[in-house]
């Protein structure tokens, strides 16, 4: 008798449902604030959903940088700096952002500056950390992305994104990237 009074104390205590672990998702200082690993395959996408910051389910997410991406000459000459020293293209967003992609929109989201891990330690994971705060938000049919073919074969990932409403900027993301996905989504036929 008392196993059976044990065994539903635990049901009722400790749910053994699939619910997300919010610790592991949000920041511990800042509820608003979704931690995501970039080694994680599918982590945005996956992490955005369980959050529950979006009506819909998100089907791919990733971060994109305002700016072309920099070939291995433009580092060497210095040519890279003026890109860097170059003001952000759009003012409506950041110049490093999430973007969340549903079936019916877009979603652009703050991120923080600063990442956790990566320190040296081999067990730490590198996570960024995503604003709940939106950006901007536009319908999925009003967005596209022209890839620029000339970077694409030599490695690097770039392309213009273009905002209805907003004009259109160079942006690039890294290869093998959970943006990689986005990009599928988004880019021009």
Same mark, same amino acid.
């Given at each position: 008798? %008392?196993?059976?009074?044990?065994?539903?104390? !635990?049901?009722?205590?400790?749910?053994?449902?699939?619910?997300?672990?919010?610790?592991?998702?949000?920041?511990? +200082? +800042?509820?608003?604030?979704?931690? !995501?690993?970039?080694?994680?395959?599918?982590?945005?996408?996956?992490?955005? +959903?369980?959050?529950? %910051?979006?009506?819909?389910? !998100?089907?791919?997410?990733?971060?994109?940088?305002?700016?072309?991406?920099?070939? #291995?000459?433009?580092?060497?000459?210095?040519?890279? #700096?003026?890109?860097?020293?170059?003001?952000?293209?759009?003012k409506?967003?950041?110049?490093?952002?999430?973007?969340?992609?549903?079936?019916?929109? !877009?979603?652009? #989201?703050?991120?923080?500056?600063?990442?956790?891990?990566?320190?040296g330690?081999?067990?730490?994971?590198?996570?960024?950390?995503?604003?709940?705060?939106?950006?901007?938000?536009?319908?999925?049919?009003?967005?596209?992305?022209d890839?620029d073919?000339?970077?694409?074969?030599?490695?690097?990932?770039?392309g213009?994104?273009?905002?209805?409403?907003?004009?259109?900027?160079?942006? +690039?993301?890294?290869?093998?990237?959970?943006?990689?996905?986005?990009?599928?989504?988004?880019?021009?036929?």
């Amino acid at each position: 008798m %008392w196993q059976d009074v044990g065994e539903v104390a !635990v049901d009722v205590l400790l749910p053994s449902g699939p619910g997300p672990d919010l610790d592991a998702l949000l920041d511990k +200082n +800042n509820p608003d604030v979704l931690r !995501v690993p970039l080694d994680e395959s599918g982590g945005f996408a996956s992490r955005l +959903n369980r959050s529950g %910051w979006f009506d819909e389910e !998100v089907v791919a997410g990733g971060i994109l940088t305002q700016g072309k991406a920099q070939s #291995l000459f433009s580092m060497f000459t210095g040519w890279a #700096l003026v890109e860097l020293a170059r003001g952000r293209r759009s003012k409506a967003l950041p110049r490093e952002f999430c973007v969340a992609v549903t079936a019916t929109k !877009v979603v652009a #989201l703050a991120m923080s500056p600063w990442s956790e891990g990566g320190g040296g330690d081999v067990a730490t994971d590198v996570v960024v950390k995503v604003k709940r705060e939106e950006r901007g938000s536009w319908s999925r049919g009003s967005i596209r992305l022209d890839l620029d073919e000339r970077r694409l074969k030599s490695g690097q990932r770039g392309g213009m994104l273009d905002l209805d409403g907003l004009q259109q900027f160079p942006v +690039n993301w890294g290869a093998g990237s959970d943006a990689e996905d986005v990009v599928a989504l988004l880019a021009r036929s």
